[in-house]
């Protein structure tokens, strides 16, 4: 099976996990990735139920947005998933969504603060909220403005180590070194927008944690200290410490 | 198949549906459809379970409310539906439920704002809420009334453009072109009515998105410039972007 | 088939049927029915899992708590639900839960206002709460003065228009003719206090609706002027209108 | 079968339930007990699902840590539950989850207090929250930390009589005389949690209940006044009063 056989398989099972990880209404989501050697990207096609999908019905593109091989006509949240694999080097797969905390958020136009340990395990600060776009961006290359404004918001912070964001007036995306790990992560940002927005009703005035604490957690699951799972797993793992 | 057998068919199999799209308790919920060339509506009876519908139990109607061939009593919300369907020409069918979130606002007395792009994939504006009903037309012909307030609500609004209301202290009603799209508005004005109650609840001054994000997200779906699914699809699908 | 042999029949049901209108956590809620006129009492047995329920396993009382025939020990509530067959002449089956959205207000010991027709489809009025009871009413006969506050909250009401109540600090409890339309009751009164939690979320300021909109919402269902389902159906449907 | 198979096939279902309690997002949460006469203790394995759970994979500890036989490497929380054993002497089985109401709490800082009965069934006073670890704490022995902070908590309270806290910015722990115990109070905890949550959002200053009902209550289900349950139950029964 050839890398991207196995990232259009990854492609299919992400896309046709959503709906059971509770993360979309009606099919209100979709899933791409990239081979980073040839430089292609796989995603939904557009307008295609998630039990109607097929190997063959994924749309592969270049990352400056030309399909190539068969295909349907790609989701048309396309542009935005190739703004960041453009910046964003170290990402393999985006999900976005319109789960409904993370959405909750994304409507206020607030960013989803780290307030607990759960939040931290996954996501090593706050995640940021996009600024509004322009009528000229809205009116113009719409889907594309939309990931230039994601990749602003991460001036100054690094997107693998916040794997998400939330969308002004929109949803959330989030990524990963994977398809499975970017669906983790979009799971994960729902449960934590839920937990922030309800600690929000329980203390109006509740901080962000004690930076100390947000590393604590973040490196317990990442990098060169981390501390759990069985020696011979990845460094990111999908189960309880 | 007659085009009436046909409607006959879609009135059951929405009806049926009312419940798996989680959008009533007990059975608090009706579809009816219209099929315009006879003018004839076929509606759910009253008081019968949706597990014991059949083609037969369905009441038809004329215009003005006559019964006509078999079919048991109908919905007593029966002249609500017809109130919509003499003043709105273009729909084609009327779903009316007791939804949580929407039945939230409907009780709060206040319109659902256009607060996200989800909103305005689907309703391109504000979902209007219906002015209270005076005590004669409460004491009077009650649910005529009620499609009277409703198609008040509408005053210089498109119908087709916002596909749904509530109504003061009811609940929600949403129609389309077919029973099945009329469903489908109601299940998204749902999600909506929850997206926009918990914004609310996070940024409570945050006013409806702007008005060329809202266009964009409308005529993505909608009309000669929309531009996602395959070319062979419906203007309206059920899938993901 | 004696009344009592269908009253047990009944009452067995109403309680496996608790967990599936999710009105359960753990197996915290009860259901009894009297037989009027032997005076019987049939009620669940005391720390039975609803699995485990048989008909014999029921406790049947006196309505003075004397229990007859077999049975297990009755549950502990069993005095709260004999002081509503001694006062509300009419009331064939109590139902007793921790429904969430219930519960909440009964903690609160605010009324559930009636904020909307889905309320007054079902209840005639607020729902009220309870007083909170004296140190010794709590550390005397507990139960029994648990049903007289009950009592109490109804001077001046009629508990056939308003079937239920929610106990200060404890949870709902609900009744009905039969063990089946109690146990709607309390399902319904679930609903009504979700509505009603999210409306005051929405608008805190809103007061109850019209008391003609009331009315007519309540007899549309109930009594001589009831006009809707199948001219054979009971006066109480549990069908859609 | 020994006392100690005995308690590793306990930890192995009460672990394999977490997720059908509605308790873990992802696999979030861990169950441990201790065989208190040999002082060994059986924890889940760290970085497993819980479907590929065994009994062999369970990993064994004495009470200061040190692994014996054989299993998997424990659960990164595994100091937490060890100082709690160390502490408690009466705990056989302890249980940490993220469950969103829960958390909430915790990241809110504030404790859960006892607002209704269905708390005082369970939990004979207020839920407390620890306080925050200091910086030291945290880059330090973290996880021992966070026991001596639960510990801490219930200076001058009886973790018998209040079997879980609420630990800052992270989540609940709870604890119980055996694993299926333990899981019943972290289940009970989480609506309790999710009941005063609304309850706050219903009347913001009501306070705890009075505390001859926090009592009445607590004691119906406990020790030598219990009467609930039949005759040959076990004190604490998993049913409805």
């Known amino acids: 099976m050839t890398r991207l056989d196995q990232i259009k398989s990854d492609v299919l099972a992400a896309n046709r996990g959503l709906p059971h990880h509770g993360l979309v209404t009606m099919t209100w989501g979709n899933v791409s990735a990239i081979e980073r050697e040839s430089g292609l990207v796989v995603i939904k096609p557009s307008g295609v139920a998630y039990d109607d999908l097929t190997i063959d019905s994924l749309a592969v593109l270049s990352l400056n947005g030309e399909q190539v091989g068969g295909g349907l006509q790609p989701s048309s949240d396309t542009p935005t998933h190739l703004v960041l694999y453009r910046a964003f080097s170290e990402v393999g797969a985006v999900v976005h969504t319109h789960s409904r905390w993370a959405t909750a958020w994304a409507q206020a136009e607030r960013p989803i603060p780290a307030l607990g340990t759960t939040h931290a395990d996954y996501f090593g600060g706050d995640v940021p909220v996009t600024r509004p776009l322009t009528k000229a961006e809205i009116e113009g290359a719409y889907e594309a403005a939309t990931g230039d404004a994601i990749v602003e918001a991460f001036t100054g912070r690094d997107p693998d180590r ?48 004690d930076p100390a604490l947000l590393d604590r957690h973040f490196r317990r699951k990442r990098g060169p200290d981390a501390y759990y799972g069985q020696p011979e797993e990845q460094p990111v793992t999908h189960s309880s410490r």
Do not use: Y
């Open 162 to 209: 916040v794997p998400g964001v939330v969308v002004a007036r929109h949803g959330p995306f989030a990524w990963g070194p994977t398809a499975a790990s970017a669906v983790e992560n979009a799971r994960v940002l729902e449960e934590v927008a839920a937990l922030a927005l309800h600690t929000v009703l329980l203390a109006p005035d509740r901080g962000p944690i």
